[in-house]
Every structure is written in C-alpha cells, then in structure tokens.
C-alpha cells in the first residue's frame, strides 16, 4: 500500500488538533465555540480520510471517540503504583482526631510544628480510573481494581470527551488518576431510555458508570454520556511538585478537568466548614458525591506521612450522613426465616434515597416496629446509608400527633406460606411458623446451605435455588449433590453450559472444610466462627454427635445454654439424616491437616478488618486457624495482630492506640509462612 499524500497527512493533522481543541471547549471548560453539526463535521471528514488511508489512523484519533474495535476480554494490567483508599471520618471530632494523629506522626519523625495546608475535595461517587500518557498520548487506562491491578479500560476511555486523548507540553510518561462518572442529568435520560426501549434500568449513576466503562465494546460506550473528574498526578517523569494544589494546577492547564470547587486552606476548622458547605450543596450538584476528600497540600509531607495499610495518613474521606427521605409505607410484610421467624419487611411507596430508588426496607422484628410506633398506610422516614438495605427508621414527624391512627401491624396469624398456624414466643422475639416442611424456611436453609460462607456453590443463587425446589428437584440439601444433567435441562432456564458448571460446581464444593459444612447444616447458633470454632476442638462429626451438652459448651464462644440448644438440634431426625446422607455423598466430616497447635501461628489472636486484595475474609480466617491462630472480632490488649485491608475503619485506630502491630495481607501471607 502507498503512503497516503503529504496533503492528506498534514490535513489529518489539522483535523486531530482542532477536534481536540473542540472537545477541551465542549467537554472540560463546558464552552463550546462551534455547534454540534461542524464539530461532526470535522469529524467525518477525518474519519473519511481514515477509511482511505488506513496508516493515518492511531491511538490518539478523535475517531476513537465513537467506538474503535470492540476487545474479546478485560485484560489485567499492574498499576505504575499502587492505587490507594481512604479512611473515612464522619464528624467534626473526628477530622479533629486524624489532624492530631498526623501531628503524633510527625513529631515522632522529628517534625515539631509542622504547618498544615489542606485540599478540600469533592469525593465524587464514580469509579477510580488511572490514565497512563505516553509521550503526551493516552497510552492506557485502567480501572483501579484491587488497587495493585485493574483492568484495562484504554478502549472505552477513549470515547469520553472529558479525557485528553493527547496533551502538549507533556512528560515523556505521566500518569493522570481520577473519578470516571455519569451526571445525574445523563443518568436519568439514560434511564428513561433503557425503560422505553424495554431494557433494565440502573441503580444508580454509579452503577451505570462502572457497567459502561467495562463494557466490551467501544461503540456501547460511546452510547452512554461518561464524564471525569480530575485530581492526582501519579508517577511523573520529569514532574517535581512540591504540592498537590501545583499538581491540581498543572492538570487543569494541560486540558484535564479538574473541580473547580476544589479550596486550598489553612485550618482545620475552615476544612470543616467547607465539609459542612459541600454537604449543605450536595442536593444542587448535577453528580452524586459521597462525601468530602481532605488531603495535606505538602508533598513532602505526604511522603513523610506515608500510608497505613492502603489508607495513606495524608488524607481522608469526610463521610456524608446516611441520608433519609420521608415516603409513604403501604404496607408490612413477612418472611419466613431459616428458623420459622416472621421477619416483617416495609413496603413503600418508591422514593429516592441517597441516590437509589426504594420500594423494601427491612423493619427487623415486631418489638421493633411497636418501638418505633411505625403503621401502616402512613408516612414514614426511611433511611439510606451507603450500600445497607434501607431501613424505615420511624413514622414522619407530623403523623405522631394525629388522632385516628391505623391499627399498629402485628404477625399474621397464619404462615403466609403454608397457612400454618403460627406461634407466639414464650421468649425471643420472634412469631414463628412451627411447620419445618413450609416451603419459605425450607427455601432459607437451602439458600443459606450454598451461600458464600457455607458451602460457596457458585451458580445457585436464590432464584435457582426456588426454581429446583418448585420443580421438586430438591426438598433436604442432599438434593444438590443428586441432581443430574437430564434434570437441570429440562429447566428452560438452564443452558447447557450453565448446567456443566453447575454441576461441577456441586461437585466441587465437596471440598470445603469441616468447618464450612458445619456451618452449612443450619443449625441455630452454629456460625462461621462457631463453625470453626466447633470444627476445630471437635475434629470429627462423630466426636461431636458423641459429645454431651458439657463438652460442647467447653468449645471456645459457645455458652451453656447454646450449647444444650445445639444438642438438641443434632439430635433431631431430620438433622441425623442430613448428616448421613451428606457423609455418604462425601462431604468433608473430619478437620484434616496438622494439629494447629504446632502451626506458625499458634497462641497467637488476630483481629481482621477492611477488605483484602486477595483472601475473602473465609479464607484468610481459615488460613489463620489452621495455622494454630484465633481470629476474634474485636481489639484489645490481648489481640496480637491486627490485619488491615482496605478501608479498615475503627479497628485500625484502636489498635494503633493499643500499639498492637498492624499487618496487610502481605504481612499475614510472610506469618503464615513462618517467617
Ligand atoms: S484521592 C489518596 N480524591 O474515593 C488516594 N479519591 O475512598 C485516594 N474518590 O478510590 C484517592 N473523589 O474512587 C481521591 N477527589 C478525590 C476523590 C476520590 C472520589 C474516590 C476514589 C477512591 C476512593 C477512595
């Protein structure tokens, strides 16, 4: 193939600089020179000139903007540095408590009197995203993932306009970190969309956000309106800052969009009255934020500050409150829970919570709802805070006062399920449904027999799980081991392929430990932790079934009366007969492995928080017990590691102030070695 021209060459040229500089004016300054249709213009034209002369394409063309070649996978990719996390504080004492804490840390590092200068940053509710420019050309660009390695993005980065697809004046290699996100203008019409085109709507902006940026085809995501905001300059060659403000500064110079809320200040309490003005405004913002980002402007600092875990002590996340919304609750509900418990739940009507749409929130147990003195037909305030199930807090302010209330909502006095006559307790708080065949607590014992702490059977979710027993596939847990191919196809929502996993899922969960399958059995008071706590002083089934109500209460964290509950519990039939039939299809029934008083760990208590890159907590708990270690749940002066992942919370406050040595996953990995 010939070269293209000189003439089609220098006019590509021209073409790439001007969209460019009209995606800056558009996009980052939102102050377009030109209409929509030149714009397009100047695109198809490039685009034309492309298709022509292939050799004239490359990774920084606006053409990318609308979908280059879709990938087969997200590939893996290795930060250039780690991506950190925050800590958070959620008060004025508490923003007061981490200035203090960098003082103390600064002063043991010979700093007196350090001079505090902060940035004051919107904390924006999007995903992490790391830009890696090459020579001034968006190279690559990942997702934070587990801040070690994310996954590479580079082909739908390339479609926001927000984002530079090269810059002038730039460092041989720079790498540029921010928070991809959708407006919430966008979000909502993206919405309104998927809703009329008859496709599932998102949860939130967030979420949509993250689906978009991991789709596998560019021109998807190009469909989908994502912004960026700006704020940290990674690795830099050739870079020296000496404040993360000089940093902010350059970024906004060099074409990337950085908030033009972001405040430089010099105390403590202005950065607390600036958290208080963004929390005020939140509600006039076009994006969701979560909160407010305090970073010390000083690089040098920073560097001497250093980081805890993955938290780096330079800054913080201010934590918004929950946030609430008033609605009306139209009705209670009930669950039957694994044990029989009627367990009411709220319907509302939907409201918009902390940037979700609510219908369910959970009112716990009866006492609580009479507590409250909620009822329903009236309206109530419901909270939302982060990711927890929302949850109806207490009747309106107004509806208290008035006369003529509704009747106050009590247990049903038949199962909703199986019309059971259900049973007051003589103690507890729960109204029970006595029939242990009613099919919404048989459907409780098997979800939580293949959930992810039990027995961990990947492809069995509550659905399926409903499905099999509404075929009467499966009434007792044993079912699952049984099941056979023919069966599971004729389900219409089972594939073949999904059917060979699953089973091969079954097939492998007969792997779990002892502890596990205790666990998964559905006895009342056997937990994780009671699980391995039993699994580990018992060893063996057998011991256990032996065992009398003395002995078991001799096992760490079980008490007399759990204890004669427990018994009882083996005793039953039905639970005999699920441990034989479970043993003969050849699940685990004895702890194997060395005694763990002779591993590394042995004598030795840790207290896990925060969440790993690698270990689920199941696992690292495992590790550590068949290492000898115990695992409890909270700091004292007897806890001999703490093992901090990500956002670790109180826990890591208190054990610096107990000065129990602190660990990440690494640290824990080089112990269990014995090293
Ligand atoms: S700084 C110190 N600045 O919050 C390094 N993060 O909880 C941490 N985020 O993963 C990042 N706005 O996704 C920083 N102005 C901001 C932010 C911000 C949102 C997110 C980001 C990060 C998470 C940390």
């Given at each position: ?53 292939p ?14 070649e ?45 001079a ?71 979000f ?43 704020y ?33 200040l ?59 919304a ?59 805070a ?7 807090v207490?009747p ?33 708080v ?62 219409e929502?089972f ?85 034989a ?64 992942g ?26 269990l070695?014995?090293?």
């Amino acid at each position: 193939m010939s070269a293209p021209p000189r003439k089609a060459r220098e006019r590509a040229a021209e073409l790439r600089t001007q969209l460019g500089h009209h995606a800056h004016r558009y996009y980052v300054l939102d102050d377009p020179e030109i209409g929509d249709e030149v714009y397009d213009g100047l695109l198809d034209e490039l685009r034309a000139l492309e298709e022509a002369h292939p050799q004239l394409q490359s990774a920084d063309s606006p053409t990318l903007r609308v979908g280059g070649e879709p990938v087969g996978r997200l590939e893996k990719i290795e930060h250039l540095e780690p991506m950190l996390s925050l800590g958070n504080v959620r008060s004025e004492e508490e923003l007061r408590a981490w200035v203090e804490r960098m003082r103390n840390h600064l002063a043991r590092e010979g700093i007196a009197e350090p001079a505090f200068t902060y940035v004051v940053e919107p904390k924006i509710d999007g995903l992490a995203i790391s830009l890696v420019y090459r020579d001034g050309v968006l190279e690559r660009g990942a997702t934070r993932g587990n801040g070690l390695i994310g996954e590479d993005v580079t082909h739908n980065l390339r479609t926001i306009g927000a984002i530079p697809l090269h810059f002038e004046d730039a460092p041989a290699l720079v790498e540029v970190r921010g928070e991809v996100y959708m407006s919430l203008a966008d979000f909502t019409a993206l919405n309104e969309r998927r809703a009329e085109a008859g496709e599932s709507t998102f949860m939130n902006p967030r979420n949509s956000a993250a689906g978009t940026i991991r789709q596998l085809d560019p021109a998807d995501a190009a469909k989908r309106p994502l912004s960026i905001w700006c704020y940290q300059v990674g690795v830099g060659e050739g870079l020296s800052f000496t404040a993360h403000s000089e940093a902010l500064e350059w970024l906004r110079e060099h074409g990337f969009r950085v908030n033009s809320g972001i405040r430089v200040l010099e105390s403590a309490e202005e950065v607390i009255a600036q958290c208080l003005d963004w929390e005020r405004r939140r509600g006039e913002l076009d994006f969701e934020i979560d909160g407010v980002v305090v970073k010390v402007d000083d690089l040098a600092l920073q560097r001497r500050l250093g980081a805890v875990g993955r938290d780096p002590r330079w800054a913080v996340a201010w934590k918004f409150p929950p946030t609430t919304a008033v609605t009306k609750l139209e009705k209670v509900m009930w669950n039957v829970g694994k044990f029989g418990d009627l367990r009411p739940y709220a319907v509302l009507e939907p409201v918009r919570v902390g940037g979700v749409t609510i219908k369910l929130a959970t009112l716990h147990n009866e006492q609580d709802i009479l507590r409250k003195d909620i009822r329903a037909g009236e309206e109530v305030i419901v909270v939302r805070a982060g990711d927890v199930i929302p949850q109806v807090v207490s009747p309106a302010p107004h509806v208290a006062e008035q006369k003529d209330r509704p009747q106050a909502p009590h247990p049903p006095e038949r199962c909703p399920f199986c019309d059971t006559p259900t049973v007051k307790p003589a103690e507890g708080v729960f109204t029970t449904c006595p029939n242990r065949d009613c099919p919404a607590r048989a459907w409780q014992l098997l979800k939580h027999f293949v959930s992810r702490g039990a027995m961990d059977i990947d492809g069995l979710g509550e659905k399926q799980v409903a499905l099999l027993q509404e075929r009467g596939l499966v009434c007792s847990a044993a079912d699952f081991y049984r099941l056979s191919e023919a069966q599971l196809l004729e389900i219409e929502r089972f594939g073949e392929l999904s059917v060979r996993n699953l089973l091969a899922a079954i097939e492998s969960s007969k792997e779990r430990p002892f502890a596990r399958v205790l666990f998964a059995l559905g006895i009342e008071e056997v937990g994780e932790v009671t699980g391995r706590n039993l699994a580990q002083s018992f060893r063996d089934i057998d011991a256990l079934l032996a065992a009398t109500p003395e002995q078991i209460a001799e096992t760490n964290g079980v008490g007399e009366k759990m204890a004669v509950s427990i018994r009882a519990q083996l005793d039953e039939e039905r639970m005999q007969k699920l441990i034989a039939d479970l043993r003969e299809i050849g699940l685990r029934f004895h702890d194997e492995g060395p005694p763990p008083s002779q591993g590394p760990l042995a004598g030795n208590t840790l207290v896990l928080t925060g969440s790993m890159p690698e270990w689920s907590r199941e696992e690292a708990t495992e590790r550590i017990m068949a290492a000898g270690g115990r695992v409890t749940g909270s700091v004292s002066k007897k806890t001999d590691y703490l093992v901090a992942g990500e956002s670790p919370g109180t826990k890591l406050e208190k054990a610096e102030r107990l000065g129990v040595a602190v660990l990440n996953e690494a640290g824990l990995r080089k112990l269990l070695e014995g090293s």
